[in-house]
C-alpha cells in the first residue's frame, strides 16, 4: 500500500499540468499551425516550433499554414523568480525562541514553457498547458539544449486532446 501510495505521489508530480475549455469538442479539430505572432526566429523559437511541428501529428492534428488551419498553437517562455529557502530548526530551542523561520537566501529567474491553442483571429483560449519544470538554463546548450525543449514539449502534448 505504501509504495502505491509513494508511485501515486511520484507519477503525479511528473504530469504537466493542464486546463480546457469544457464546452468544446476537441475531435471537431482536425489541423493546426504555429501562430503567425509565436518567435520562431530566437533559437529556442525554433526549437520549440520544431518540436511542436514534428509532435503535433500524433495528437491527430494536421499540420497547414495559419490560413488554413482550425487551432493555432502559440507558446510562450513565462519567466518566475523562484526563492531558494532553506527549512526551519524546529527542534532545536535557541536562547528565548525557537528556530522556526524559513530563511530565504536567494532568488533564481527561470523560465517555464507554456504552450496553449486558440481558434484562428481569436484570443479564446482552448486548452493551455504549463510545464512544471524550468526550461534548460544557459549552460545547456546545442543538441542537449533541444533534446531537453523535445522532451518538456511532448510531456505537455501528452494533455492533448485533454480526457474529461
Known amino acids: 500500500m505504501f509504495r502505491l501510495f509513494v508511485l501515486a505521489l511520484l507519477l503525479g508530480g511528473c504530469a504537466a499540468p493542464y486546463d480546457y475549455a ?3 469538442d476537441f475531435h471537431s479539430f482536425t489541423s493546426v499551425a504555429l501562430a503567425p505572432d509565436n518567435d520562431i ?3 529556442d523559437g525554433s526549437r520549440i516550433g520544431a518540436a511542436t511541428r514534428a509532435m503535433l501529428p500524433a495528437q491527430g492534428l494536421r499540420l497547414t499554414t495559419p490560413d488554413q488551419a482550425s487551432l493555432w498553437l502559440h507558446y510562450r517562455l513565462q519567466e518566475e523568480t523562484r526563492l531558494l529557502t532553506v527549512m ?3 527542534l532545536s530551542p535557541h536562547p528565548g525562541s525557537w528556530d522556526d523561520d524559513e530563511r530565504v537566501y536567494g ?3 527561470e523560465q517555464k514553457l507554456v504552450l496553449w491553442l486558440t481558434p484562428p483571429h481569436s ?5 493551455r498547458s504549463r510545464h ?3 526550461l534548460p538554463g544557459d ?4 543538441a542537449e539544449r533541444r533534446r531537453r525543449i523535445e522532451q518538456q514539449v511532448a510531456e ?3 494533455n492533448y486532446p485533454p480526457r474529461p
Open 156 to 158: 505537455l502534448l501528452q
Open 132 to 134: 512544471p519544470r524550468a
Open 123 to 127: 484570443d479564446r483560449i482552448l486548452w
Open 107 to 109: 532568488a533564481v529567474k
Open 88 to 90: 526551519p530548526r524546529m
Open 41 to 43: 526566429g530566437s533559437l
Open 139 to 142: 549552460n545547456i546548450k546545442g
Open 22 to 24: 469544457e464546452d468544446v
